[in-house]
C-alpha cells in the first residue's frame, strides 16, 4: 500500500489514484468531494495536450525520429 498526500502529487497521478485507488482515510465527505471534482475538472482540461502529445510521439515514431 501506498499513501501520499494527493494534494502534493502530480495531476496525472491524482487522476490515476481518483479512478483506479480506494479511500482509506478521509478527513471529510465534503473536502473529498472538492478535491476529486477539482482534479476532474482540471485533468479534464488537460486532456487534449496529452492527447496531442500522444499523437506527436506516434508520428515521430512512425517517421524514425527516436532521440537521435
Given at each position: 500500500m501506498d499513501l501520499r498526500p494527493l494534494e502534493e502529487a502530480p495531476?496525472?497521478?491524482?487522476?490515476?489514484?481518483l479512478r483506479t485507488?480506494?479511500?482509506?482515510?478521509?478527513?471529510?465527505?465534503?473536502?473529498?468531494?472538492?478535491?476529486e471534482g477539482r482534479v476532474l475538472s482540471?485533468?479534464?482540461e488537460f486532456k487534449p495536450v496529452l492527447e496531442e502529445y500522444d499523437r506527436a510521439m506516434v508520428r515521430h515514431e512512425r517517421e524514425g525520429?527516436?532521440?537521435r
Open positions: 495531476l496525472f497521478f491524482q487522476d490515476l489514484v485507488g480506494r479511500c482509506v482515510f478521509e478527513r471529510s465527505p465534503g473536502l473529498r468531494a472538492a478535491w482540471e485533468f479534464l525520429f527516436h532521440g
